[in-house]
């Protein structure tokens, strides 16, 4: 069965250090994941997804088909980074498991 | 000019009553879905429709009944509320064949 794990349920970090959110997938098909992010009582969006391979408000996010992870990187994190962070695999055409967040602080 | 929107934004009520919350999406697409996000922020899918089908119901109780009037709309109702229904649901809709869901801006339902 497809499993999206997300280990760390709050992170928290210093303004302009680098800051990882760790995802595993367990999914025997192949995968395609996205990192889906909510603002402090916003709706939740889409920040990016591994096929694109871009890097949005300088987040970056690699597909490791050998370790079954996508994590979430940024080298400088900002205050306004702060937000829920979840880690999504897509499978059977349009289904969306989420993991469970990742709650991201980013001190001043 | 709001993509996906759900009304009402917050709902307080009494266990036991029956409410409705409302979707609407402009983008055109052809598929919609429900996420329950509980107070652990756990976000689960309930429903989705494509085209007005039915296509994805997971394990909801059968108090929950979603109806879908047409390609851009999908109601959901919950009939005899129980507390733990209190979450935040979201609306969200896709076009088939491409990836990116986009999300409404929640009910907040709390029920008393």
């Known amino acids: 069965a497809q499993r999206v794990t997300q280990p760390e349920k709050l992170l928290s970090v210093f303004k302009g250090a680098p800051v990882e959110l760790k995802c595993n997938y367990s999914?025997?098909?192949?995968?395609?994941l996205f990192w889906y992010v909510q603002y402090s009582r916003q709706r939740l969006q889409l920040l990016l997804r591994?096929?694109s391979r871009e890097s949005i408000k300088g987040f970056t996010a690699d597909l490791n088909k050998g370790e079954t992870s996508f994590h979430l990187k940024k080298p400088f994190a900002q205050e306004e980074d702060s937000a829920m962070y979840y880690c999504a695999l897509k499978w059977e055409g349009s289904r969306l498991t989420f993991g469970e967040g990742t709650q991201l602080t980013v001190n001043p | 000019d709001t993509a996906v929107s759900q009304t009402p934004k917050y709902l307080v009520t009494q266990m036991g009553n029956d409410k409705s919350i409302k979707c609407e999406q402009n983008?055109?697409?052809?598929?919609m879905y429900w996420y329950k996000q509980d107070s652990k922020k756990f976000l689960k899918i309930m429903f989705s429709?494509?085209?007005?089908?039915?296509?994805i119901n997971e394990t909801v109780p059968n108090r929950f009944s979603p109806k879908s009037p047409d390609k851009a709309h999908l109601n959901l109702h919950i009939n005899s509320l129980e507390l733990g229904d209190s979450a935040v649901y979201f609306c969200?809709?896709?076009?088939?064949?491409?990836?990116?869901?986009?999300f409404g801006p929640g009910t907040r339902l709390l029920v008393l």
């Open positions: 429709y494509n085209n007005k089908e039915l296509i």
């Open positions: 969200a809709s896709s076009q088939r064949g491409e990836e990116t869901q986009y």
């Open positions: 983008l055109g697409h052809d598929t």
């Open positions: 591994h096929i």
């Open positions: 999914y025997s098909g192949s995968p395609e």
